[in-house]
């Protein structure tokens, strides 16, 4: 029982690359997130799901798509990367939303 | 957008302290949570509140559902090494949480 990863744990991109970064749950969770945590800021929510085929915005969903064709995988893309996208990225899953599993992170370099 | 003000933003403190910090929201939530996140790991739920005035402990952890439901508090007592963390509170809105802003929590032998 791996409970939620994510791949890869560390990416640097240069500005204007595209790249996927995938979470992965084995806890048959219907709800899953994508949020970023940057210094002074905390957890800021990017786009989530709350079962396979569906997807809604957070509260920073600029510049980032998601999709969730399996209800096991839930993918964060960026199509064009820029430094303000500098972050580390985590994803969570959860039974019920309150009590949210989450994976270690992905820091993500933008240079 | 919105998010949580917790305060203090770090606290250095020696082993054995107690220690407190709060979350403020110019909104009501229904649901006030508090997650902890250890260095280099995601945030784990500590502590869930479910009614205004509610008071909930979990170990040496008690936290505190405020009375306006637009605050919560959370008591550590007689602080250890391993409490050293980021603490997040976070409120429920509708099928997502909205986290604060974080209290480094330092813990010296």
């Known amino acids: 029982n791996a409970g939620v990863t994510q791949t890869p744990k560390f990416r640097v991109l240069k500005t204007g690359q595209s790249m996927t970064l995938l979470c992965a749950q084995d806890m048959n969770h219907e709800y899953m997130y994508w949020y970023r945590q940057d210094p002074g800021m905390g957890l800021r929510l990017i786009h989530y799901?709350?079962?396979?085929?569906?997807?809604a915005k957070g509260e920073v969903p600029d510049g980032y798509n998601v999709s969730r064709l399996k209800k096991q995988n839930f993918l964060l893309g960026l199509e064009s990367a820029a430094p303000s996208q500098t972050s580390v990225y985590f994803c969570a899953s959860s039974y019920i939303i309150d009590e949210q599993y989450f994976g270690p992170g992905t820091r993500l370099t933008v240079t | 957008g919105q998010q949580l003000n917790q305060s203090p933003q770090s606290m250095f403190i020696q082993e054995g302290e107690d220690v407190s910090m709060n979350c403020t929201s110019s909104s009501i939530f229904n649901t006030w949570l508090w997650y902890k996140q250890e260095p280099g790991e995601g945030p784990v739920l500590l502590i869930a509140l479910y009614k205004a005035g509610e008071l909930t402990s979990n170990g040496r952890l008690t936290a505190q559902f405020g009375i306006t439901r637009k605050d919560s508090f959370l008591n550590i007592s007689a602080s250890i090494p391993s409490d050293v963390g980021i603490y997040f509170c976070?409120?429920?809105?509708?099928?997502?949480?909205?986290f604060g802003t974080g209290t480094r929590l330092q813990v010296f032998p």
């Open positions: 799901s709350v079962g396979e085929g569906t997807t």
């Open positions: 976070a409120g429920r809105q509708a099928d997502k949480l909205i």
